[in-house]
C-alpha cells in the first residue's frame, strides 16, 4: 500500500496522552475538573444568537456564500481595526474571512510555502503556528522565547545560522501559552528586522480582547510598514465566545491576503452566510458583551493564581488571554510536564495541558485553561494541594 508522507512528518500530538487517560478515569466515574483545552464554556451573546436565528430563518441565506466572506463582514473587520488601533485597512483587498485563525493560518501556509522553506516559529507556541509549515513541506525552526531571553538575539543568531534565508516568522501576542505580552516597540522591531533579512511575518492576535489590569496590547499592524512585510489574524471564538461558529480573519499584506484568497476560492464556498450575518452584528454592536466575558476570565484567573499561591505553586497571574502558565514546582520538575500531567489527574483529579505539547521549551511548564467556574477552580485547588503535599513526586 502507498504511504501518506505528509503524516510521517507530523509527530505524536502530545495532548493525547493525557486525554486518553483523562477519559480512562472518567469512565470510571472519576470527577475531573478539567482546565486543560481552551475550549470557551460561555455562551455566546444573546444579540449575535438572535441573529443567527433570523438570518437562518430566510432560505435565501442558505446557499452558497463566498469564500472571502461576504462584504459586510469584512467592512465590519476594518471598521473594527479602525476603532480599535486605528489602522485602515482596505476590506476588498486587505482582509478575508477565515474559519476560525486556524484553518486561515493553515491555507495561507498552503498558499505562501514549498518544501525547503524555512519558518521561524517561537518555542513554546499554540502548535498549529508550526504544524502549518509542517504540513505545507517547509522547515521549521524554533526560536525559544520565555523568562531570561532576548528574543531579537535568538532570532538574529537563528537567521546567521539558516540556510536557506527563512521564508517566514510566526508570532502570536498576547502569547499562547506563556501569556508573554508585546509591545508596539516589539512590533516595530519586528518590522524592521522582518524587512531586512526579507521574510514574511504572520501574527496571531487570538487574545486581543483577553487582557486585564489595564493592558491594552498594540496590533502588529500599528507598526509602521507592518503592511508591506505581513498579515494579522484575528478570532471571534475567544472574545465573544463563538469558538464553534469559527469564524476568523486575516488583514494586512495584500499579496498574502490575495494568496489566502485565492486559495480558499479552490478549498471552500465560505462560512454559513447566517454565521456571518450574525458575526458583522457582533462586530458592529455594542462590547458590554465582551467586556463581561473579560470580566469572568479575570475572576477565573483571580481565584485560581491566588489558590495556587495559597498551596505553596507560586506563580504571577497573568495580564491576558484565558491562560495561566505556571512553572512546575522544582520537587516535581524532574518529571517533565507529561508525567507531572498526568500525577495531577490521578491523584488530584485536575486536567492541565503539559508544556511539551508546545515546544520542547515548555517542558518545565504547564497550562492551566481558565474554563471552569470558580467554585471548580476552588476543588481543583484541594486537589492540587493533595499532590503537594503528598509523597508521590515520582
Given at each position: 500500500?502507498?504511504?501518506?508522507?505528509?503524516?510521517?512528518?507530523?509527530?505524536?500530538?502530545?495532548?493525547?496522552v493525557?486525554?486518553?487517560?483523562?477519559?480512562?478515569?472518567?469512565?470510571?466515574?472519576?470527577?475531573?475538573?478539567?482546565?486543560?483545552?481552551?475550549?470557551?464554556?460561555?455562551?455566546?451573546?444573546?444579540?449575535?444568537?438572535?441573529?443567527?436565528?433570523?438570518?437562518?430563518a430566510?432560505?435565501?441565506?442558505?446557499?452558497?456564500?463566498?469564500?472571502?466572506?461576504?462584504?459586510?463582514?469584512?467592512?465590519?473587520?476594518?471598521?473594527?481595526?479602525?476603532?480599535?488601533?486605528?489602522?485602515?485597512?482596505?476590506?476588498?483587498?486587505?482582509?478575508?474571512?477565515?474559519?476560525?485563525?486556524?484553518?486561515?493560518?493553515?491555507?495561507?501556509?498552503?498558499?505562501m510555502?514549498?518544501?525547503?522553506?524555512?519558518?521561524?516559529?517561537?518555542?513554546?507556541?499554540?502548535?498549529?503556528?508550526?504544524?502549518?509549515?509542517?504540513?505545507?513541506?517547509?522547515?521549521?525552526?524554533?526560536?525559544?522565547?520565555?523568562?531570561?531571553?532576548?528574543?531579537?538575539?535568538?532570532?538574529?543568531?537563528?537567521?546567521?545560522?539558516?540556510?536557506?534565508?527563512?521564508?517566514?516568522?510566526?508570532?502570536?501576542?498576547?502569547?499562547?501559552?506563556?501569556?508573554?505580552?508585546?509591545?508596539?516597540?516589539?512590533?516595530?522591531?519586528?518590522?524592521?528586522?522582518?524587512?531586512?533579512?526579507?521574510?514574511?511575518?504572520?501574527?496571531?492576535?487570538?487574545?486581543?480582547?483577553?487582557?486585564?489590569?489595564?493592558?491594552?496590547?498594540?496590533?502588529?499592524?500599528?507598526?509602521?510598514?507592518?503592511?508591506?512585510?505581513?498579515?494579522?489574524?484575528?478570532?471571534m471564538s475567544?472574545?465573544?465566545?463563538?469558538?464553534?461558529?469559527?469564524?476568523?480573519?486575516?488583514?494586512?499584506?495584500?499579496e498574502m491576503?490575495?494568496?489566502?484568497?485565492?486559495?480558499?476560492s479552490y478549498?471552500?464556498?465560505?462560512?454559513?452566510?447566517?454565521?456571518?450575518?450574525?458575526?458583522?452584528?457582533?462586530?458592529?454592536?455594542?462590547?458590554?458583551?465582551?467586556?463581561?466575558?473579560?470580566?469572568?476570565y479575570?475572576?477565573?484567573?483571580?481565584?485560581?493564581?491566588?489558590?495556587?499561591?495559597?498551596?505553596?505553586?507560586d506563580?504571577?497571574?497573568?495580564?491576558?488571554?484565558?491562560?495561566?502558565?505556571?512553572?512546575?514546582?522544582?520537587?516535581?520538575?524532574?518529571?517533565?510536564?507529561?508525567?507531572?500531567?498526568?500525577?495531577?489527574?490521578?491523584?488530584?483529579?485536575?486536567?492541565?495541558?503539559?508544556?511539551?505539547?508546545?515546544?520542547?521549551?515548555?517542558?518545565?511548564?504547564?497550562?492551566?485553561?481558565?474554563?471552569?467556574?470558580?467554585?471548580?477552580?476552588?476543588?481543583?485547588?484541594?486537589?492540587?494541594?493533595?499532590?503537594?503535599?503528598?509523597?508521590?513526586?515520582?
Open positions: 500500500m502507498y504511504e501518506f508522507p505528509r503524516m510521517h512528518r507530523l509527530p505524536p500530538y502530545v495532548f493525547s493525557v486525554g486518553e487517560l483523562k477519559m480512562q478515569l472518567r469512565r470510571q466515574n472519576v470527577d475531573i475538573v478539567d482546565m486543560g483545552m481552551g475550549n470557551p464554556d460561555m455562551p455566546t451573546p444573546q444579540h449575535i444568537v438572535d441573529k443567527l436565528n433570523e438570518a437562518a430566510k432560505g435565501v441565506n442558505h446557499r452558497y456564500s463566498v469564500s472571502k466572506g461576504i462584504p459586510n463582514l469584512r467592512k465590519a473587520i476594518c471598521d473594527w481595526y479602525m476603532r480599535k488601533f486605528d489602522v485602515y485597512l482596505d476590506p476588498d483587498k486587505e482582509a478575508v474571512v477565515t474559519m476560525g485563525a486556524k484553518e486561515g493560518l493553515s491555507h495561507l501556509a498552503l498558499a510555502l514549498s518544501p525547503g522553506d524555512v519558518v521561524f516559529a517561537p518555542d513554546p507556541t499554540y502548535p498549529i503556528h508550526t504544524y502549518a509549515a509542517i504540513i505545507a513541506g517547509a522547515d521549521v525552526r524554533r526560536i525559544p522565547i520565555g523568562k531570561g531571553r532576548d528574543f531579537f538575539e535568538d532570532l538574529l543568531e537563528a537567521t546567521r545560522q539558516t540556510w536557506p534565508q527563512p521564508k517566514l516568522l510566526m508570532l502570536s501576542y498576547p502569547h499562547n501559552p506563556t501569556t508573554e505580552l508585546a509591545t508596539l516597540e516589539f512590533f516595530q522591531k519586528v518590522v524592521d528586522f522582518a524587512k531586512e533579512h526579507k521574510m514574511y511575518v504572520v501574527h496571531d492576535m487570538a487574545y486581543a480582547d483577553l487582557v486585564f489590569d489595564g493592558y491594552e496590547p498594540p496590533s502588529f499592524m500599528q507598526a509602521e510598514g507592518a503592511k508591506d512585510v505581513g498579515v494579522e489574524f484575528y478570532s475567544k472574545s465573544y465566545s463563538m469558538a464553534g461558529w469559527r469564524v476568523g480573519f486575516c488583514v494586512g499584506n495584500r491576503v490575495h494568496a489566502l484568497t485565492r486559495i480558499k478549498l471552500d464556498y465560505g462560512i454559513f452566510q447566517p454565521i456571518q450575518i450574525a458575526a458583522t452584528v457582533g462586530l458592529n454592536g455594542p462590547e458590554d458583551c465582551v467586556k463581561e466575558i473579560v470580566d469572568t479575570r475572576q477565573r484567573r483571580d481565584v485560581l493564581c491566588e489558590g495556587l499561591n495559597r498551596v505553596g505553586w506563580i504571577t497571574p497573568p495580564k491576558a488571554t484565558m491562560f495561566a502558565w505556571a512553572e512546575i514546582p522544582e520537587q516535581f520538575r524532574h518529571m517533565g510536564s507529561v508525567e507531572f500531567s498526568k500525577l495531577l489527574l490521578k491523584e488530584g483529579g485536575v486536567a492541565v495541558s503539559p508544556g511539551l505539547g508546545f515546544g520542547h521549551f515548555g517542558d518545565n511548564h504547564v497550562r492551566f485553561a481558565l474554563i471552569e467556574n470558580p467554585h471548580r477552580i476552588k476543588q481543583a485547588i484541594k486537589g492540587i494541594k493533595r499532590v503537594l503535599s503528598g509523597s508521590s513526586c515520582g
